[in-house]
Structures are given as structure tokens and as C-alpha cells.
Nanobody, 126 residues
């Protein structure tokens, strides 16, 4: 079955950087557009960044533009989220997700994604 496993979340000081990874199994990774979402305590799950099949097209939430970068390595079945200049408001559980097979478009809405990872906690101390 499809599995998405995130890693890289930890406690970091404001202004610091982290790189999250999400490794997929049970699917042909290069056939799936991918995304990152986050959920802060008491809030809904929000779109953070998305990437198409080849990695050439990306999209970001306004709140992270210029600070976060999504990328993928299809040979390693992994999508990354590089997070720089972290702020306290970036504290959340970060989850990766995959769209349906062969959809070569960046998705920005939760309902566009069909597979989800369990998430990794990112805590930014101010």
C-alpha cells in the first residue's frame, strides 16, 4: 500500500532553518504531484507548498513565499521542504501528501490530495 513518511521536524529557534523530507513507497513516485500541508494547534490543515511531477512547477502559500522551497528527487522517491527564516507562527505538524496518479498540476487544496503521511512536528521557539 501507499506510504508517505515524513522526517526532519524538530525544535528550532526563530530565524533558523530546517529541511523536511517525505519518502514515498508503494507507488511510482514520479507519477504523483506532491504537496506539503501544516496544521497548527486548534486550526485546520493549511496548504504550504506543492510541486508537479517533474518538479518544474511549484506553488506556495503567501505566508511562506520567499522563505520555504519545495523540491523533489524522483530517483529517491522523496519530496523536500526547505524552511528558512522560521517564525513562531510556523509551528505546526507538517504533512506531505500525494495527488491522484498522472495529474501533472500543482494542487493547493486539501481535497486534491488522496494520500497523506502522518506528519512531523516543527516547533519554532521565539
Amino acid at each position: 500500500q501507499v506510504q508517505l513518511v515524513e522526517s526532519g521536524g524538530e525544535l528550532v529557534q526563530a530565524g533558523g532553518s530546517l529541511r523536511l523530507s517525505c519518502t514515498a513507497s508503494g507507488l511510482t513516485f514520479s507519477n504523483y504531484a506532491m504537496g506539503w500541508f501544516r496544521q497548527a494547534p486548534g486550526k485546520g490543515r493549511d496548504f504550504v507548498a506543492g510541486i508537479n511531477l517533474s518538479g518544474q512547477n511549484t506553488a506556495y502559500a503567501d505566508s511562506v513565499k520567499g522563505r520555504f522551497t519545495i523540491s523533489r528527487d524522483n530517483a529517491k522517491n522523496t519530496v523536500y521542504l526547505q524552511m528558512n527564516s522560521l517564525k513562531a507562527e510556523d509551528t505546526a505538524v507538517y504533512s506531505c501528501a500525494a495527488r491522484s496518479r498522472y495529474i501533472d498540476e500543482v494542487g493547493t487544496r486539501r481535497e486534491q490530495y488522496v494520500y497523506w503521511g502522518q506528519g512531523t512536528q516543527v516547533t519554532v521557539a521565539s
